[in-house]
């Protein structure tokens, strides 16, 4: 059964950093490609980076310069740094397959994650 599991969101005033962790299991997170998404009450999920098996990172033009995903293989863990961050990053973040997400299942909890002004 696979089960990623979203940690490390928290409250930080803008200007700050957080550490959000992926952990996996049931899956080899090194093979596929994984995203971190995030969601406000009433807004669409967006994506805001991803992480290809090759270890290609692509990110939104809203977080980019700012956020950083990587990816340990040995701990079977993808994360995102989150750092500059702003009171509109304010959401709850997920990580999910980029697959699975595009077929809308595989979403666990997620992360809050909020920044005061």
């Known amino acids: 059964q696979v089960q990623l599991v979203e940690t490390g969101g928290g409250l930080v005033q803008a200007g700050g950093s957080l550490r959000l962790s992926c952990a996996a299991s049931?899956?080899?997170?090194?093979?596929?490609?994984v995203g971190w998404y995030r969601q406000a009450p009433g807004k669409q999920r967006e994506l805001v980076a991803h992480i290809t098996s090759s270890g290609s990172t692509n990110y939104a033009d809203s977080v980019k310069g700012r956020f950083t995903i990587s990816r340990d293989n040995a701990k079977n863990t993808v994360y995102l740094q989150m750092d500059s961050l702003k009171p509109e990053d304010t959401d709850v973040y997920y990580c999910n397959l980029v697959g699975r997400a595009s077929r809308g299942d595989g979403w666990g909890q997620g992360t809050q994650v909020t920044v005061s002004s």
């Open positions: 049931g899956v080899t997170l090194r093979i596929n490609v």
